[in-house]
């Protein structure tokens, strides 16, 4: 038996990122001789109940990885040792590479039921490769951002910073989340490999250990402060109230000390913000701000921000970083058409919309959301903006494209002030957004 210690997947494991069917039925394809060309399409059913819409985040970068697959040597030999596979059909998959389209929506752009997040046209071994992976990079991104966006809604202005990572599932959900918390409008994180390869500013305090690793609460912030200018110091190891007033006390004895902040992780956050705040203005810190964490989430800060509580900002770690209220969204890849002849799978309760599509959105006389159309592609629709766009062709990534999942965060902070008001409520609900399928739509999947 092989142990590895081994935690990372590199992109020349990602062919084997895969379930086992996928790659019985490619062999099944090939023996077969079937190689018309085939569109699947991304897509969920229904919304959990906890959310209105669904924020789009993965589809772009999964479509980029999707364009530089390929079968590495090695993991062509872990599937001959596995003894499932013909020579003849291995020696296929070493010149694999995929030759298709994909259309994709733009990352952070709202999303609802049966509405394609991206469509795959191509040979359909090369189509049928690509559920697994595509899948599972757009199913956690987009639950993650999901989340992370009803935060920032929920704070109305005030910083939200990701401290989720000691409790994400696994190493690669905590990097790739990083990803989907700036995309959704987190202002930082503490994650530094997340925050350093996605862009996002890093930013933390200090842990409890470290006050209780000295000999007096006292001299741990007078070490800290000195070693990091304009820091945040933890008030709670022992008494909130005397912590910040330690901190003022340090302040009037050396007043070359740069606190920027004290933050508040234990008890009654509202009331401790209030009376926190009250001391450190009476004694003419009005400049140092309040952070508040511990077991938050969108719900615990609405209340925070509707109450009037003093917080500056907030960090939120457990609660989004597993969205611990809808940790999954039931999407589906399904194969829509093959040899130019549209398919529908007719299962009771499965029954997928026919064909390529394009997904138009359409706005009001104020610019707010008003509706959604679900067409196929290639008919004309002049009532709304198309929303799918070609990101890979030939095989080929547009990079010119690829460029907007940079602009994803401006994208949501624009479509949250698009968005009518029935769908930034935080409380369960379900959503009424119209969503309607085109007359030439309907008609195909009545046929």
């Given amino acids: 038996m092989r142990h590895s210690v081994c935690v990372q997947v590199d992109d020349s494991d990602l062919t084997l990122l895969t379930d086992l069917y996928q790659l019985?039925?490619?062999?099944?394809?090939?023996?077969?001789?079937m190689q018309e060309r085939a569109t699947f399409s991304l897509y969920f059913r229904k919304l959990p109940p906890t959310r209105r819409f669904m924020l789009a985040c993965g589809q772009q970068h999964a479509a980029a990885l999707a364009s530089r697959l390929r079968f590495s040597s090695s993991a062509l030999?872990?599937?001959?040792?596995?003894g499932k596979f013909d020579d003849a059909f291995l020696d296929w998959l070493a010149g694999w590479r995929f030759t298709g389209d994909i259309w994709t929506l733009p990352e952070g752009t709202p999303v609802f039921q049966n509405e394609p997040f991206l469509e795959v046209d191509a040979p359909i071994a090369e189509a049928q490769l690509l559920?697994?992976?595509?899948?599972?990079?757009?199913?956690?991104?987009?639950?993650?951002?999901?989340?992370?966006?009803?935060?920032?809604?929920?704070?109305?202005?005030?910083?939200?910073?990701?401290?989720?990572?000691?409790?994400?599932?696994?190493?690669?959900?905590?990097?790739?989340?990083?990803?989907?918390?700036?995309?959704?409008?987190?202002?930082?994180?503490?994650n530094v490999l997340g925050g350093l390869r996605h862009?996002?500013?890093?930013?933390?305090?200090?842990?409890?250990?470290?006050i209780l690793a000295h000999d007096s609460e006292r001299e741990a912030f007078r070490a800290f402060a000195r070693h990091y200018p304009d820091t945040t110091l933890l008030v709670d190891t022992h008494d909130t109230l005397e912590g910040v007033r330690m901190v003022i006390e340090l302040l009037a004895e050396e007043p070359d000390l740069r606190i920027s902040a004290v933050r508040l992780d234990s008890g009654d956050l509202g009331d401790l913000a209030h009376r926190s705040r009250a001391l450190l203005?009476?004694?003419g810190f009005e400049a140092i701000k309040i952070v508040a964490s511990s077991g938050l989430d969108e719900h615990s800060i609405r209340e925070l921000v509707e109450d009037g509580a003093p917080i500056d900002a907030f960090g939120v770690g457990t609660q989004m970083g597993v969205s611990a209220d809808a940790p999954v969204i039931d999407l589906s890849y399904k194969l829509v058409e093959y040899a130019g002849i549209p398919r529908v799978k007719h299962s009771t309760g499965k029954v997928n919309l026919p064909g390529r599509k394009q997904l138009y959105r359409r706005r009001d006389a104020r610019g707010r959301y008003a509706g959604d159309i679900i067409a196929s592609r290639d008919e004309p629709v002049t009532d709304g903006e198309p929303m799918l766009v070609p990101l890979v062709q030939d095989g080929k990534l547009d990079e010119s494209l690829m460029a907007m999942a940079d602009d994803a965060r401006e994208r949501v902070r624009s479509c949250l002030e698009a968005m009518p008001e029935t769908l930034t409520r935080l409380d369960p609900g379900e959503s009424d957004y119209p969503v309607e399928l085109s007359e030439t739509l309907s008609r195909l999947q009545q046929d």
């Fill in 281 to 283: 203005d009476e004694a």
């Fill in 199 to 210: 862009d996002l500013e890093i930013s933390g305090t200090m842990a409890h250990s470290y």
């Fill in 131 to 190: 559920e697994s992976l595509i899948m599972n990079l757009v199913q956690l991104e987009t639950v993650l951002a999901s989340k992370a966006v009803r935060l920032v809604m929920a704070a109305r202005g005030r910083p939200v910073v990701d401290f989720g990572l000691r409790r994400m599932h696994g190493v690669d959900a905590a990097v790739r989340g990083v990803r989907a918390y700036r995309t959704a409008g987190l202002t930082a994180t503490s």
């Fill in 77 to 82: 030999k872990q599937l001959a040792d596995t």
């Fill in 24 to 33: 019985t039925m490619l062999q099944a394809y090939w023996k077969e001789s």
